[in-house]
Each structure stands twice: as C-alpha cells, then as structure tokens.
C-alpha cells in the first residue's frame, strides 16, 4: 500500500534512508554520516502531516513494515512556488522488481498535482544509473542537463542528470 507517512514511521524512515545512504553513496547528497548525526525529532518533522507542509514523505507499506519511500519538497518561494522536487526515492532491495518505485513516483506526482499552484517537479538523478532514469522517463520526466562533478564520492566525482515533469501533461 502506497501511503504518506506520519510520524510513527519516523524510526523505519530513518533506518531504510540511513540503508540507502551507505548502500548506493553516488545516489543521494547527503551522507550516511550526516544523516545519522540527526537527531529522531528532524525525521518525525519531515513526516508532519501538515496538508501545506514544505515537504512530505510517501512511503510502501506492507503488513506494517516500510519497503520504499519518496519524497516531495516544495519550493516556499514566490516567484519559484509552482515547483517541487523529488527526493529520497528508494526501494529496499528485498522489494525491488515489483512496481513499488514506479507506484512511489506516480504517487509522488499525484500529491503535487493536488498542491495547488504546482505545476512542475524536478529530480537529479546519478549519471549512469540507467534503472532509474529509466522509470523517470516511464512516469513522464525528461532532461533537462547534466551537472558536471555534481557530488564527491570517496575522493571521486559523479555527474547528476537534471529531469523534470510537467505536471499539466503526464496524468
């Protein structure tokens, strides 16, 4: 079941996106060890349930048990609101190859379509992690640009590929 998450969900969250962190590195921004520097109160916040909070988190739930999430921020500034962006999608690997990622995603741009006055969401995606591009293509992004020495891995450089969707065209 595709599902915002709530504040009860906040240690799962925390420990499925502490898993992504130190699993796939080039993947996400942050690091494993900033993120586990947080203290539990920053995930319950990011899990508000608020119908105008900043951001939300949607999650894959299964006989209580959090399998994916995903996440929307939106852009509190005037001139920038019609925006949103996605983040933190990931899909532990136990689940993977049974359509929760694309359910997560169309999930994701079902809630930003209901937040009125968002008109398009954007997303960075790991140049080369064709997989994912992939379902990004599927749920309606497109390109738009490639970052260049995006993130620092390990002493190495990895690229980010820009998408967005347009929320008026892909239903």
Request: aromatic share 8%; proline share 5%.
């Given at each position: ?56 988190v ?87 640009g ?6 620092a ?19």
């Amino acid at each position: 079941m595709i599902e915002r998450l709530t504040p009860p969900f906040a240690e799962q969250y925390r420990a499925l996106m502490l898993q992504a962190y130190a699993d796939h590195p080039d993947a996400f921004t942050s690091s494993a060890a900033e993120r586990a520097a947080l203290p539990l109160a920053w995930w319950v916040q990011r899990l508000g349930t608020d119908p105008d909070a900043r951001e939300l988190v949607i999650g894959a739930v299964e006989d209580g048990q959090l399998l994916g999430v995903a996440g929307l921020s939106f852009e509190p500034r005037e001139k920038a609101a019609h925006k949103a962006t996605l983040f933190g999608m990931f899909v532990a690997h136990a689940h993977r190859g049974r359509g929760l990622g694309r359910q997560l995603v169309e999930a994701a741009l079902a809630c930003a379509r209901a937040r009125a006055g968002t008109r398009l969401v954007q997303l960075t995606v790991t140049d080369g992690n064709h997989g994912a591009e992939a379902l990004y293509r599927h749920c309606g992004f497109v390109p738009f640009g490639l970052e260049p020495l995006a993130v620092a891995v390990n002493g190495e450089f990895v690229s980010k590929l820009h998408m967005w969707c347009d929320l008026h065209t892909k239903s």
